[in-house]
C-alpha cells in the first residue's frame, strides 16, 4: 500500500476565489480593527515589548503559592505595570515601560522595593533585568522594514527575470497579504512583540515565498508545456495548484508537526515565537494558493499577458504602417 | 566531472568531513560545538554610545570617536578573562559588547563604561626605586605572612616534605582571581600549573637561593632590562606581580614620587614572552585632555613607521617645557594605567610632535595612534542599553528547546519513510548530512547561534523536507505516466530542478539583503538561513541524487522503486 495523498485532486481552486477574497478581506478586517482598537486602549497599533519601547523588564522568582494577582496588587493595584506568568509556575515578568526623566534603573529600584515591602510576599529571587533604550527599537523597526522592502524589490526583479512580471507581483501581493494577516494576528491576541517575533515574522515571509514559487513554478511549466497558452488560464491555474498539491500538504504537515513539537515541549521562552510561526505556515500555504494563484490570474485578466501585450503592440504598430502608408 | 558515483560519494564524504572537522575543534576550544549566543547562554549584553545629548557632533565624528575605543574596551575587557567577548561597531555610531557568561557585571560595566585615561610621564632612572624593592618585599611578606600560615594546611599536598617553602608560593595567588584584593578569601588561593613550575625550578636550584627568594617574593621576579627605567618579569609572573603590586601596603612604601606601571603588552625576546615594568614619575605632566589628534604615517625616507601628534595649545607649551629638559630621556605614554609606548626624547617638542617606532609595523602605529586619539576623546561612551541574562534560565530554555527540536526532527523522519519508504530513508539520510553541513557551517563562519538564528535553521529545515518532497512527488509522477525506474527518477530530479533552484535563490536573496541592511537577531537570522539554504541546496540536489544513483546501480529498468 501507498501514501499518495491528494493524488489527481481536482479542487476547483479559482472558482471559490471570490469566497476566498471575502475571507481574506474579513479577517484583514478585523486585523485592521483590533490594531485600532489598540491604539485606543493601549496607545500603540501593537503590544510592543521593551525590545521596541524601551524600558524595563524584570523577571523575578517569587514563592510558590504567590498569585499573579498579589504580584499586581505589591506593585500598585490598578496602576501596575503589566505582569504575566513565565515559564515555570513561580516565576513571573513585570514590564515597566520607559518613564520620561526617570532613569531605568530607579524603576527597577522601584518595583524591587514595591515586592520586598508586600506582606503576601516573602523571600523572592531577581532573575533577570533588562534595560533597553527606546531609540534603539525604532531604529531597528526602520531598519527592518527597509531591509523587507528592497528585498520585496529584489525579489520582484528576479521573479520577472525568471518567470514573467506579473508572477512577481503577484507572488509579492501574497506575502504582503500574510505579513498583515499576520500582524493582524498579533493585534488581535497583543502578543507583545519582541525580537523573537519579528523573527518569526521574517521567517513567514520566507516560507510563503517558497510556497508560492513552488506553486508559479508548474504554472510556468504548464504554461510552456505545448498548447499552455492557449488553454484557458483559470483551468490550467487550477491544474498546476492541483498537482502539487499532494507536496503542498506534505511540506506543510511535516512543517506543522516539527512546530507543535516545539509549541507542546518548548517551554515559555519560545511560545509565543512558535505560535506565530504555525500561524504563518498555515496562512502562508493558504495564500499560495487562494491569493497568489488568484492575483496571477487577476492581474492577466486585467493588464493580460506578455504574449498579448506583444501582440497588440505588433497589431498597433501594423495599423500605423497601414496608416503610413497612403501618405 | 562531479557526476560519476566515485567522484560524488568522495565529495560527499569531503564535505562531511570539514564539517565534522570545524565541529571537533570548535569542541575542542570552547566545549560546545556551535557557540551560543546571550539569549541561550546568558550573559551580558551592552550597547554603548557616545554621549552626545545635545547632538553637537556628527555623524563623523561620533563614528571616529567609537573607533577609538573599540581596541581600548577590548583590551580592557581581556582583564575580565571573559571568552570570545564580542565588541563590535554597529551601523556608524553604536558599539556593541557582548559578554556571554560573565559574572562581575559591576567590574563589566565599570571597565566598559569609564572613559580612557592618557597619560604622559617621565620615565625615571631604575636607581630611584632600588632602595624601596626591599621594603616592597618585607610589606608583602608582612601583609600575607598570617594567610599563608592558615592556608599551609590546605595546599599541603603539593609540597609535602617542604612545608616551610609553602609560604613562598602562596603569594604565587591565582591570577584568574581579583588581582586587586588578593587578601579576599585566601583559602580559595590555589597554586597555580605556573607556580608549580616555578617550585621545580626553585627545588632545582640550591637551598640557599631558595631562602632567599622565600623572603624576596617580589624582587626575585625582576629581572634587569637593557634599558634604564624599566624592569623586565617573564610573562607568567606578570599576573602576580601586578597583584603584588595593587596591594595598598606595597603602595605605600614604594616612594612618594614614583610609581611602578606595566607595558600593555607582552613582548617576546628569544622565543620567551616578557613584561616591562616601567619606573615612572608618579604624577603625569600632560594628560589626554590636551592631544588633539594623532595619525600613523611611514616615513619615506626611513621606512619608519610614525605616530604623529598634534597638542593644544597650552598642552605644546607643557611639553616643550618638559621635553626641552629631558632631551635624552623617555617618556612614556600611559593608557587606562599601562604603558603603550616609551619613546626616547630626542629634541624640544612643541605643539607638533612625532613618535618613530623604528621598523615595526604600521599596524603598531596605527594601533598607538588609535589609543592617543582614544585617551583624547572628546565625550565619553554611555551604555544605552544593558541585559542581564541569567545562565539557568538560559539553560533551561536551551534543553526544553533541544529537546523538542529532536522530537520534531524524529517527526520528519517517520513522516518521510512512512509516505516515503525506503525513498524516505534515503531521505532521511541526505537530511542528517544537511544538520552536519548547517552545524559545519555555523562553526567554520564562527557563527553565534541565537534564537532568532533557530527560526532561521526551521525554515531552512522546511525548505530542505520540500526539495525532498517536489522531487519525490515528481519521481511518482513520472512513474504514474508509465516511465521506466531509472528515466522516472532522471526526470523527477530534472523537473523539480526549477521549482528548487527559484524558492532557494529568492529565499537567499531575501536572507542577504536582511543580512545587509539588518542589525543584530535580524542578521542571525540571515546568517543561519544563508547557511541552511546552501545546505539544503547542496543536499536534495547532489547528495539525494547520489544516493539514489548508488541504490538504482544494480537494478535493471523493470525494477520497482520503492517510493
Redo the contacts between chains.
Sequence with gaps: M???IFRNARFPFLEWRKKAYVFSAVVLSIGVLAMLANVVLIGNWQSYGVDFTGGTRI?VELPEGVTEAELREALGGADAPPVSRF?AENEFTIRAPAEEGVAAEVVATRIRDQIAASPAIGEFEV???????P??GA??QQ??L???L??FF??LI??AF??EFRFGLASIIATVHDILLTLGFLALFRVEIS??T???V??I???S??DT??VF??I??NLNKKGGRRENPLTLINRSIN??L??TV??S???L???L??L????A??RD?TIV?ILGVVIGTYSSIFVAAPALLEIQKKFGTKEEAERKKKQRSRKKKKEAIPV | MFSSIRVRIILILAVIGFSGWYLYSNYQQSGSIVKLGLDLQGGMHL?LEVDDPEGLMSLEARSDAIDRSERIIRNRIDELGVEEPIVQKV?QDRLIVELAGVDDEERARELVGQTAMLEWKLVRSVSQVQAALPRIDRAIVATLGADSLRAIGRDIEVSPEESDEVADLLFRTDPDQDPADPEEDPEEAVVDEEAEAALQELEAEADLAAEELALRPFTSLLLTSEGDGEFLLLNEDFALARSFLAMPEVQAVLPREISLQFHWEPVAIGGRLYRALYVLERNPFITGEMLEDASATRDQQFNQAIVQFQLSRAGGRLFGDVTGRHIGDRIAIVLDNEVVSAPVVRSRIGARGQIELGQQDMEEARDLALVLRAGALPAPLRI???????P??GQ??ID??M???L???V??VL??I??Y?FTGVLAVLALSVYVMLVLGGLAALNATLT??GI??L??S???A??AN??IF?RI??ELAEGRAVRTAVDEGFG?AL??IV??N???L???L??F???????R??AVT?SIGIIASFFTALYVTRSLYLVYLRGKKAQDTLS?
Design positions: 501507498k501514501f499518495w523577571l515559564g532573575l533577570q533585568t533588562e534595560f533597553v533604550g531609540t534603539i531604529e531597528l531598519q527592518a527597509l531591509a523587507i528592497i528585498s529584489a525579489t528576479y521573479l525568471r518567470f525580537l523573537p519579528v523573527a518569526a521574517l521567517t515571509i520566507g516560507y515565498l517558497n514559487i513552488v513554478d508548474r510556468r511549466e498537482e502539487v499532494p507536496r506534505l511540506t504537515g511535516t512543517t508537526a516539527v512546530l513539537a516545539l507542546i515541549l518548548g517551554g521562552v519560545i515565537f510561526l | 550597547v551601523g544605552m542599553e544593558e541585559r542581564t541574562v541569567g539557568s534560565l533551561d530554555s526544553q528547546g529537546r523538542a527540536g522530537i520534531g526532527l517527526l520528519i513522516i518521510m512512512a509516505y519508504r534564537l532568532p527560526a532561521g526551521i525554515l529545515i522546511g525548505m523536507v520540500d518532497v517536489l512527488e511518482r509522477e523537473h526549477s521549482a527559484d524558492a535563490i529568492t529565499t536573496i531575501t536572507a539583503i536582511l545587509q541592511f539588518g542589525t543584530g537577531p535580524v542571525g537570522f538561513l517510493i
